[in-house]
Structure formats: C-alpha cells, structure tokens
C-alpha cells in the first residue's frame, strides 16, 4: 500500500510540475484577438470623428476595432500608432489627445491628454514616451509622459511643428516639419538628459525619417511652396521656394550627406512618405519608388498618383502602400519587392500607415 501511494503521489507531482510549466509557458504568450494582427491607421475624415483602425487577422479584415471593442469612437484625424511592449498607443491628432489600448485585445487602458496638437510617439525607457506635439504656432514639443500614470513628467522645446521621430545612438531625431508654418530643421535629443545635441538644418519640409541598417537617420524633405492671395483673399497662384531633398545623418558626428536633390517637389500630399529595408530607401512620389541607400537612378516600383502612405510589413519584409483615390475607395495594398501584388485590402478613409509587430 505505502508503495503504491508513494507512486500515486510521484505522478501527482510530476503532473503538477507539468500543468505548472504549461501555465507558466502561456503566460508568457500574447492573449486577445488581435495578437498576431496586422494594423492598418485610417485618419478618417477631418472633424468627422470617423478615425478608426483596422486589423487583419486570422478571420480576415475587421474594421473599425477600437469602436468595436471599447463601444466609443477613437476620435478625429489617427495620425499614427506606436506599439511598445503590450500597449499600443494611438494619436489621434485633432481630438488632441493619444488613446492607450492593449495591443492584443485592442481593450482601453487610459487617454494621454492636455495635448495640443500631437503627431507621433516612441520609446523613451521601460517607463516613458516620447511624444512630438505642435503646429507651428506654439506648444512646439516633444512631451515625456509616463506610460503608467499617462501624465507629462517633463518637455523638451524643438523647432516649428516636431513630426516624426527616431532613435539612433541614443538620440532623438525629431523632423520638424512646420506645422502650419515651415521649418527646415531636426532637433536632436539626447534620450537619457534630455539636453538637445544639435539642430540640424535639412531641406524645407522635413516630412520622414527612418533609419538605415548602419544606424544613419535618413530625411525626406518634401520642399516649400508659397501661395500668393491678394488683399480681398482671393488665390494668386503658387510658387515653387524649395524641391524636395533627400539627407542622410551621421549618428554620431550630426553630419549631413545629401542623397538626392530632386528637380521637383515629390508627388504625394501625405508625410508618410519615406520606408527602408535592407540597403534599399522607398519613398511616394507618384506611386513607389525605391533608390539605393548610395544613391544612384531611382526606378518606380508601382505607379500610382494617389499614394498617401508607405510601410514595411515588419513580418513578411514587403511594402505597404496606402492609396486615396478621389471618389472611390481608399486602400491598403502589399507589394512584393518587384511590384507584384501580394494582398489588396479596401479600408477606411485616408490609410495613413501600417504598424504589424
């Protein structure tokens, strides 16, 4: 008898010690719906309140996630989502605030708010962000807030209408773009004092920024253009001040190189406008171009004049390009590296970018 209790209780342990392990291993696995999802940001139309994000998942395309879920609309104008860990956060810019969700289930976790005009947000440390806010006409910041409490804990003042950011060799890069002025600079942090560095002078218009493989910050600028009204109001014409340009900077000496100097002002009136992987720049001008990162002939990978945004699809290494076409439906479509088309999907209004983890 004792021998078989002491086999009985030896199973027991040994089926404990497994349940154990197995519990132990889910945990550490992504939960919800949407934990292998590809996003999709759609702006929605200005002061409609219509912003919302898509999800491409196991079941196929869902639309309109943060609603569905949280019963409340998301707001007006997403102009960009950031995934940090198991949050993602979400800017919706013209309702003045950035909305927290879990990642996986997409469920509210808070709203950052007493924002002006926020447009992007990154990674400070495991217990801070980063977010770019302003329009040119004040409040031109980038904001510390803390992801747990989602208060403002410190700011750093940047140029006119600090836009998109990245990180390289513990810094910020931050475009200033203007907002509803123009600026032509990038305001460099350092990401520990938060002490500016250098501003940096680019092209007019610095719209994008990424980071190539060698941890140089590339700089799309779109280039300035004036428009001319005379005193009753009525439109003059436009002139042409800048083209675009394309920079790179050196991480660590602030240097400057210059790409590629366009003869013209790129064709695409988003400022998602810039993508790189391995070696090769894509940027928007008139459909998808892709350049090497020396520089050198452009060549189009797809034409199409109604591009408003491009991503990397992070899983699959191909490109996201975002479509508005007049009248019609606005889409996401995923191109393999020679233009062939690996997915097409119709989404909501103005697909601003694609976030996949």
């Known amino acids: 008898m004792k021998r078989n209790i002491f086999r009985l209780s030896t199973l027991l ?8 392990s197995c519990n ?18 759609c702006e ?25 879920t949280n019963d409340r609309p998301l707001g007006d104008v997403a102009n960009s989502m950031k995934i940090i860990g198991n949050k993602a956060y979400i800017v919706v810019n013209n309702s003045q605030k950035v909305e927290v969700v879990n990642a996986n289930t997409f469920e509210s976790e808070g709203t950052i708010k007493d924002l002006s005009y926020p447009r992007y947000v990154e990674k400070r440390n495991d217990n801070e962000i980063f977010i770019s806010n302003g329009n040119g006409f004040g409040s031109d910041y980038v904001y510390v807030v803390n992801n747990t409490s989602l208060e403002k804990v410190d700011s750093v003042a940047t140029g006119a209408g600090p836009n998109a950011m990245v990180i390289s060799n513990g810094k910020l890069f931050v475009a200033n773009m203007g ?31 990424e980071v190539d493989n060698n941890g140089n910050v590339l700089v799309l600028c779109k280039g300035l253009s004036v428009y001319n009204y005379d005193a009753a109001g009525n439109y003059l014409g436009s002139e042409v001040v800048s083209n675009s ?20 002002q790129i064709s695409c009136y988003g400022e998602n406008v810039l993508a790189y992987k ?57 191109y393999n590296a020679d233009g062939t088309v690996a997915q097409a999907q119709t989404v909501g209004n103005y697909p601003k970018m694609v976030v996949t983890k």
């Open 24 to 41: 132990k291993d889910d945990e550490n696995k992504p939960k919800g719906e949407f934990s292998s999802a590809t996003f999709i940001v």
């Open 179 to 209: 907002g509803f002025t123009n600026d032509n600079t990038i305001t460099v942090i350092n990401v520990k004092t938060l002490a500016v560095e250098k501003t940096i002078t680019v092209g007019d218009l610095p719209a994008d920024l």
């Open 44 to 68: 929605g139309n200005f002061s409609s309140n219509d912003a919302d994000v898509y999800a491409i998942t196991k079941e196929g395309l869902q639309k309109d996630i943060f609603a569905e």
């Open 278 to 334: 391995n070696g090769t720049i894509y940027y928007l001008d008139g459909g998808l171009i892709s350049l090497s990162e020396n520089g050198g002939n452009a060549t189009t990978v797809v034409e199409d004049y109604n591009v408003y945004g491009v991503s990397i699809d992070s899983q699959s290494k191909n490109i996201w390009v975002l479509a508005t076409p007049y009248g019609s439906a606005h889409t996401a479509t995923l």
């Open 13 to 20: 342990l040994a089926s404990a010690a497994i349940l154990t």
């Open 245 to 264: 340009t394309l920079v790179k900077i050196d991480a660590n000496s602030l240097s400057t190189t210059t790409i590629k100097d366009f003869d013209h």
